[in-house]
């Protein structure tokens, strides 16, 4: 890079995880059961009756009981800041009991006890892909309004308890992914085949509902909480520059950026309006959800991995593999072994589209490579020399740079699974993001112990030299 990479003082460096893909310990300390406990082979696989041997998320990387040597490689790398979520279901194991469960709760204490030790900001997802499978079986999960209220329950308990230590909060994970994954991100039981629009949209009114309702809270409860929304950015780029094309591309961008615009602005657009009535869909919406709606964020949170095409046309609608989404494939980009088409520039194109359409500040609190990394010895000592992990790394970082030269406010980059982690989509081991490689396979077996790759003293310099050595 010929340009010297500035980024400000400070910048939130870091890493990204969630605790239904690192924790494990599913059953202990009284944790109930979590949708993720029964999706043994990620979001497109069978749900099962019940937790089976072949889910690795049971176990996961066993962050449960080893969280203070991970958090010590993580310090040891100069973090500044480290995304987790709470599991929801350690908290209230059903969703819906009364009281909160205080093993759980304890256990959170001791992680951010660990981060103190070192300087490490906290940034917590309050739900990320885990709500509590009770749930899912008796509310259809986000369908039902009653979720706003248990939902409430669990964000006061948090607030209470942790709000004096962590100061950024997320209030859903990929929120706008529930479109797609409903069972995953909404927790909602009906098929996806069989779901009506207006039910899905229904999840969606209440959860974003239950998004401003926190925000509201954390406001009343300590002013200095910084509250965020999450998305999954997914740039939509015409395929070609036929016009049809461009509205096309357009209006796929609109389906997400809904999500971002009722955040921020505190009222459905225009757009959204009218795409209800365009496809028959009739919300529930009253006069106290237009009211709540009015607590937007302190700033607009984002996980990045890929851009996508869309066209009008269908004959060149092939469907492309992608974070959840998919979309149209671009003929013009390479992609990862898991076919995510990779486009750093795409992250400086976010960034600058979010900003000039919202002026929050923003969070990428996800970016990186799923790969299959080859363990080595080197000096006696196992490693992985991901070299590709580093070049995506770099490109993406430089883009983030480039972005703040636009003028873009960010506050912070964390890498997606910092150590690695049971893949969301498609529950393997295999698909590592880690700095750290933990001896964990797909078919369960392995040591656990953890090694660091090539790229983490490359991420080490990189937090050391504020980003100037990329
Ligand atoms: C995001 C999720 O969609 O992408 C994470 O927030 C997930 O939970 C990440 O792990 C990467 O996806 P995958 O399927 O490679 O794990």
């Known amino acids: 890079n010929a340009n ?32 993720q406990d029964v999706m043994p082979q990620g979001f497109v696989g069978p749900i099962t ?35 987790f979520s709470i599991a929801w279901s350690r908290i209230f194991p059903n969703g819906d009991d ?13 992680v951010l006890d660990e981060l103190e030790k070192y300087g ?15 749930l899912a079986q008796r509310y259809n999960g986000w369908v039902s309004r009653d979720l706003i209220g248990l939902y409430e329950r669990y964000v006061r308990v948090l607030f209470d308890r942790y709000g004096a230590r962590v100061r950024y909060w997320l209030t859903f994970n990929e929120i706008n992914s529930v479109l797609h994954a409903p069972f995953m991100s909404g927790a909602i039981a009906t098929p996806p085949e069989e779901l009506s629009p207006s039910d899905l949209y229904q999840a969606v009114h209440h959860e974003l509902v239950a998004s401003a309702l926190a925000t509201k809270i954390a406001h009343e409860m300590d002013p200095h909480i910084k509250v965020g929304c999450m998305v999954l950015a997914m740039p939509v780029y015409p395929l070609t520059p036929a016009p049809a094309d461009v509205h096309a591309a357009m209006a796929a961008d609109h389906a997400n950026l809904l999500f971002g615009d009722v955040h921020v602005r505190g009222e459905y657009p225009g757009y959204a309006l009218r795409m209800f009535r365009d496809r028959g869909i009739e919300l529930d919406i009253t006069a106290r959800d237009r009211e709540l709606l009015h607590n937007t964020v302190d700033f607009v949170s984002f996980s990045y991995y890929m851009s996508s095409c869309e066209t009008a ?153 504020n980003g100037r050595t990329l």
Not at 63 to 68: D, P, Q
Not at 104 to 110: I, M, Q
Not at 127 to 134: D, G, I, K
Request: aromatic letters at 12%; one cysteine or more.
């Open 98 to 110: 009364t009281q909160p469960n205080e093993a759980g709760l304890a256990f959170y204490d001791r």
């Open 49 to 83: 009756t019940g937790p089976t041997p072949e889910n690795l998320k049971l176990e996961a990387i066993d962050f449960y009981h080893r969280y203070a040597e991970d958090i010590a490689l993580f310090a040891k790398m100069g973090f500044r800041v480290f995304r």
């Open 313 to 465: 046309d269908p004959a060149k609608r092939a469907a492309g593999q992608g974070n959840i989404m998919g979309g149209v494939p671009n003929p013009t980009l390479q992609a990862s072994e898991w076919g995510w088409q990779i486009d750093p520039v795409g992250l400086r194109t976010v960034m600058n589209q979010f900003w000039d359409r919202w002026q929050k500040p923003l969070f990428i609190v996800e970016n990186g490579l799923g790969a299959r990394d080859r363990l080595v010895q080197v000096d006696g000592h196992p490693t992985v020399l991901d070299d590709y992990r580093i070049a995506y790394l770099n490109d993406h970082l430089v883009q983030v740079a480039e972005a703040v030269e636009d003028g873009v406010e960010v506050w912070g980059y964390t890498t997606w699974g910092c150590i690695d982690l049971v893949s969301a989509s498609t529950a393997q081991m295999s698909k590592r993001y880690g700095f750290i490689y933990v001896d964990r396979d797909d078919d369960g077996s392995g040591t656990l112990d953890r090694y660091p790759k090539k790229s983490f003293g490359w991420y080490a310099e990189v937090i050391a030299s």
């Open 120 to 134: 490490i900001e906290p940034l917590v997802t309050i739900s990320h892909y885990e709500t509590p499978l009770a």
């Open 4 to 35: 010297p990479v500035e980024f400000p003082e400070g910048f939130l460096f870091g890493g990204a995880t969630a605790a239904n893909q690192i924790e494990g310990a599913y059953d202990e300390d009284g944790k109930g059961l979590s949708i």
